[in-house]
């Protein structure tokens, strides 16, 4: 596999359930973004890691989401108690800290749907 | 007010046209991308530029920084080329974006 993977693809869930994300970066790549986005909008950014640590939290990123990335490989992204309006694509992208250009890879994103 | 704007939203052209969408911004930015998304939400990455032009294919992008403004254009348009083209620019972090809204293009045969 040479790509960034997310699982699942899609998820249905009911308002005020736990929903958990993971994605899976190329394998020598060390900074892993999430973003989402909903329909007809460009991607906002979440949050960003390099290796393990969590480096910045976008103000969109309420105290019900949660990120990690436990030895800076897959990360998660979980949100407690959803509510409709997280329905979105949460879209994970990876890349190769170079000290210069890095081309960001994406992954085709897990689409979620609260009802 | 979206740092990043798109034009046009959408885009129809008939197959073998010179297509062209632009993008302009309103932050410092280290670097822009244009990027693609076909349905189902995958993206791809078509250009990385700070400066100039670079093409690839039938597609060129250009930059200009002092006008803040940057263009993609399609040459010989296909309709495998049907899909939302996104810009986005970086201000600090090479993979912290802004991104545009997109534009939807449709090529017909």
Not at chain 1, 18 to 44: A, K, M
Not at chain 2, 15 to 31: D, K, M, P, R
């Amino acid at each position: 596999d040479t790509g960034v993977s997310q699982d699942p693809r899609h998820k249905i869930t009911k308002r005020g359930q736990n929903v958990t994300f993971r994605c899976d970066p190329i394998s020598e790549h060390n900074r892993l973004y999430w973003y989402r986005q909903t329909l007809g909008q460009g991607p906002e950014f979440l949050t960003y890691f390099q290796n393990e640590a969590q480096l910045e939290k976008s103000r969109l990123l309420s105290d019900r989401f949660s990120a990690e990335r436990p030895k800076g490989s897959f990360s998660t992204l979980e949100i407690q108690r959803t509510e409709q309006g997280d329905s979105a694509m949460y879209l994970c992208a990876s890349s190769k800290e170079t000290g210069g250009w890095e081309k960001l890879f994406f992954g085709s994103g897990t689409q979620l749907s609260v009802l | 007010k979206n740092e990043v704007e798109q034009s046009p939203q959408n885009l129809t052209a008939q197959e073998g046209e010179f297509i062209t969408i632009n993008c302009s911004y309103s932050v410092g930015i280290s670097a822009l991308h244009w990027l693609q998304q076909h349905p189902g939400g995958g993206i791809v990455s078509l250009f990385m530029l700070s400066s100039g032009k670079k093409k690839h294919g039938r597609l060129i992008a250009t930059i200009n920084i002092q006008e803040k403004h940057s263009s993609l254009h399609i040459t010989a348009s296909h309709p495998r080329d049907s899909a939302v083209y996104i810009c986005a620019v970086a201000t600090d972090s090479w993979g912290k974006l802004q991104f545009g809204a997109g534009t939807q293009v449709v090529v017909t045969p």
